[in-house]
């Protein structure tokens, strides 16, 4: 058995997990970011010890703790880095934990433990090389290669979501310049949605909020273009288009057996399946050559424990 800790900006969520990646109990916390790191992983801890005992069983019975953390992980040494949005720089995390579970403690960034677990039981499950893109307010990855996590040589390579997909476009939060996460994210297609609805109130992304701009989330955008709403899809186009040239990116660098596409905007579903894998198919270097196959990830808020835990298996 193995502890998955899911460390999210907002909650801790900690789960018992079977070598089959199969969860058995989980529980969850509010993070409370902006108060001393002792204090929160001290609640990780005792979560963590909760919900061992909520499982009928025992720590000694726990081979390890994995935690999906967001940012920058030094897996060697047991800290984070750096992690923006929980406002942590060099956070000892395994020692701090370790004070209140005494177990082996591993970290690793949290889009990678997402693709970890597609693929030890969710879409990538049996494919040697694949690559998870979750679609959220950013956009995470998960880099697989021979069935372990690839973050590069200084952990720091695992960040697609920053791929260049237009030079000198719009700012990001890294510093840089026209990442593919400001274009092909929930928060690019609320920002375009908003900017749009604003310049065209007949737009029917301006009525399913009835003109409250802060109500537009990136499904009022997707709902207006399923209705044929001409505003909302010259966005959903556009949105479409950038999806693309960031996943040719990933196929020409990598060639993956099979990409997941997960996260929020992913619930738009064939809608959005169908129209991605038409312009992928256009824009395709090797036009004859086979490619990686695109699915939608299946594991949903369990992949950040389930991929943590299995980091004790590995
Ligand atoms: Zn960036």
Known sequence: MYIGVDLGGTNIAVGVVDENGRILHKGETPTGVGRPFEEIIKDMGDLVNRVIQESGYKVEDMKSIGIGSPGLPDQENGIIVFANNLGWHNVPIREELQKHVNLPVFIENDGNTAGLAEVIAGACKGAKNSITITLGTGIGSGIVVDGKPYSGAHSVGAELGHLVVQ???????????????????????????????????????????????????????????????????????RFIYYLTMGIITIINSFDPEIIA?????????????????????????????????????????DAGIVGAAMLGNL
């Not at 939060?173 to 604003?198: F, L």
């Not at 992913?266 to 695109?294: Q, R, T």
């Open 167 to 237: 030079v000198d476009g719009v700012p990001c939060t890294c510093g840089n310049k026209g990442c593919w996460e400001r274009y092909a994210s929930a928060t690019a297609i609320i920002r375009e949605g908003k900017e749009a609805a604003g310049k065209n109130p007949e737009s029917l992304i301006y009525k399913l909020v009835d003109g409250d701009m802060d109500k537009i989330t990136a499904k009022t955008v997707i709902d207006a273009a399923k209705e044929g709403d001409e505003t909302a899809m010259e966005l959903f186009d």
């Open 261 to 301: 596409i997960g996260g929020g905007v992913a619930k738009a579903g064939d809608f959005l399946m169908d129209a991605l894998l038409e312009k992928v198919k256009k824009h395709i270097f090797y036009k004859s050559a086979p490619y990686a196959k695109i699915v939608f990830a299946t594991m949903g808020n």
